[in-house]
């Protein structure tokens, strides 16, 4: 795993994006896989600022995102299309087909996970996949205890997750209580990840992450075992590592 660090959330965007733009003028037709959450909301900025002033084209590229509420329709505010569209998908030039999701409104989910794999596969692979990460270390909406072994599939949400994502939602008792996520071995196949962290809230779980071994109650662990990791993290998601590796 590389490890880069930023200076603060702006410069771990930045970074980001850059990143990003790089792979996306690089490849013929680059496969992004795409996170939601708080954390890469700044990089969608810049990307969003670059096609503006760069005109930076996506109109070659495809993406697939991590997951989706079961359950809430992709018009609605809160659903992870919704979220797409609003940061990304409707400032840049990528056909709204090459643009994916699991449908968590599908009324066989299993069919609809068995789906998903099929089309990343079609796809060509991830050529990149961006993660974040929760604070039990979930990756995608893969909660500890989650088997590497997984593919796309169905999760109950645990509280803590609920919780977490109910400031976007207007009660807790509104937050889904299921997603379809990519498993931990979908994520694996990414030809490369870039993972992003940022504030003081995530320094417990970076320093269990690149202090302990790899074991399924941190799911992001098993990153340790792919070739192609590279992390952005902010001086406060890393003030904990420092810490603890200057006291061995
Ligand atoms: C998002 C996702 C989640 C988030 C994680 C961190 O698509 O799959 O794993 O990346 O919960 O969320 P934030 O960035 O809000 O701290």
């Not at 590389?2 to 980001?16: F, G, L, P, V």
């Amino acid at each position: 795993m590389k490890i880069i660090e930023a200076r603060n959330y702006h410069d771990m965007s930045q970074k980001a994006a850059q990143f990003i733009i790089e792979k996306v003028n690089l490849l013929a037709s680059p496969v992004l896989g795409l996170a939601t959450g708080g954390t890469p909301l700044g990089t969608y900025k810049y990307l969003r600022e670059d096609h503006l002033n760069h005109h930076t084209s996506y109109s070659h590229v495809y993406t697939v995102n991590l997951d989706e509420y079961v359950g809430i329709p992709p018009d609605n505010e809160h659903s992870y299309f919704s979220y797409m569209k609003k940061q990304l998908f409707d400032h840049i030039d990528i056909p709204r087909s090459h643009t994916h999701l699991p449908d968590g409104m599908a009324k066989d989910l299993s069919a609809e996970c068995h789906r998903y794999e099929d089309l990343i596969k079609l796809l060509g692979g991830i050529d990149l996949q961006l993660l974040g990460i929760g604070m039990n270390g979930h990756i995608g909406f893969n909660e500890p205890g989650t088997p590497f072994s997984s593919k796309t599939h169905l999760v109950e949400l645990t509280s803590s997750t609920r919780k977490a994502n109910a400031r976007y939602f207007d009660s807790l008792a509104t937050v889904p209580f299921q997603a379809v996520t990519m498993g931990i071995s979908t994520i694996m196949e990414s030809k490369q990840i870039l993972l992003l962290v940022s504030g003081a809230k995530k320094a417990e779980i970076m320093a269990k992450l690149l202090n302990e071994e790899t074991n399924k109650d941190t799911p992001a662990s098993v990153l340790k075992r792919h070739q192609d990791v590279i992390i952005i993290a902010d001086s406060d998601a890393l003030a904990l590592v420092k810490e603890r590796s200057r006291s061995y």
